[in-house]
């Protein structure tokens, strides 16, 4: 393993992309209103707008994000060109403009709408929306050009293709890519022990396998080995010799980058999952505060020790984190901190213990850590330290069910995968449902799961 630079650059990166989206949705609804103001001005001489003006002007600021999200303008444009960008807002803004007088003409009152004042509007509002995403995205390249918001990259790849691509992200300051680590594809392969190592301290951001389309072969061993690491990983293929290629998952730097293992909660979706889960935590906490003091108490009259269980467990990346759960089992100790799971009948669990077991209830501090912004409501569930290591190199891409934060209720739990994994396929039938959830997220998906769960884990015979 060689460093692409004689001192590894040290760790830059700057988590702005919540941040992006939300100044991307303010400056969007800020265009939308000053164009329609403005354009009203200019109509009829005067900054009053009556009623049905201001309400296509709500609507239209209701749908606009709606349009503009679907339209992948509130995802990542890391790297990409400003003509892209703004390409795909005009065809954004003419769909919204399109529904919009769907809309009116629908419910018939396009009839009172100056037509004047709507296409000067509309382009009003275009000309700020282009110049509101050109201002910010030149000021996030003078940003990333200064050091600011960077992730770093190991590229594993030999040959003119790595050197080039190490070369043209060195050229481009902007994107806010630092290759820290070129790997030979056959290191990683013979001696996986140094580049874990790498992984574990969180020294890459992003793993780039730059490979020819004719390595296929490599390519399939390697992704099966990196599977083990919830890095974000990447193929840049030399495509230059594929004149039929003509549209690749994404353009960074001028370099086509196809995803190998991408997450949906991204942009605009990671900030919905978030505001869903503090609302819906604060909402549960309320709730259940009075039972989870009641349920403190009986746990400290019953059984010696204290209230809460705290386990270090994988999350978001595989960033570890302390997980809480009301403590059911008598003190004891693990022999070398190996963590058994429970099983039917066990003799560490306490009786009030067995019955908050099977009721979930034990689970209930965990709304905490989704407050904190550690676990989701719904999302695969956090397994012991132990066990990811050793389920990490039994399964392969285990570990990318840590692509997106641990939930206190997942897909796999209300499918009946629930309690001990004593075997390898029920833990691979566990997996399979949880990368499901992942590809598959959405609002409604997570709303679903939430009340099928309810049945699921009130009296489950097989919570332990």
Known sequence: MTASRDKVS????????????WAYLIADVLSVISGAWLAHVLRFENG??????????????????????????????????HAVHLRRLMMAWLIAGMVLMSLSSIIKVSIIFSRLWFVLWWSGSFLFLCGARLSSMTLLRLMRARGVNHKRVCIIGSGIWAQQVSDRLSRNPWCGLDVVYVVEPQAVLNDGNQFESLARRREVDEIWLCLTAADGVLLEKLAA????????????????????????????????????NGSPLMGVNRIIKALEDRLLAIVMLIAAAP??????????????????????RHGWDGRPIQVYKFRTM????????????????????TPFGAWLRQTSLDELPQLINVLRGEMSIVGPRPHAVSHNEYYRD??????QRHRVKPGVTGWAQINGLRGPTPTLDAMQARLNYDLYYITHWSLWFDFKIIILSVPYLLGDKYAV
């Open 330 to 349: 008598f003190i004891h100790d693990e022999v070398d901190e190996h963590v058994t799971q429970a099983c039917a009948g066990d003799a560490r669990i």
């Open 394 to 399: 039994q399964i392969e891409g285990y570990m």
């Open 225 to 260: 080995t990196l599977a083990r690491f919830p890095i974000t990983q990447r193929w840049v293929p030399d495509l230059s010799h594929f004149r039929l290629m003509a549209h690749p998952a994404a353009i960074i730097a001028d370099l086509p980058v196809i995803n190998l």
């Open 291 to 312: 039972a989870m003091l009641i349920i403190a108490l009986i746990i400290r009259l019953t059984s010696d020790g204290p209230v809460l269980f705290k386990q270090l």
């Open 48 to 81: 009053w707008m009556p009623w049905h003006e201001r309400m296509a002007v709500v609507t239209a600021v209701l749908l606009t994000p709606i349009v503009f999200f679907l339209s992948g303008l509130y995802g990542s444009w890391r790297g990409r060109s």
């Open 10 to 21: 040290e760790p830059r990166d700057m988590p702005l992309a919540p941040v992006l989206v």
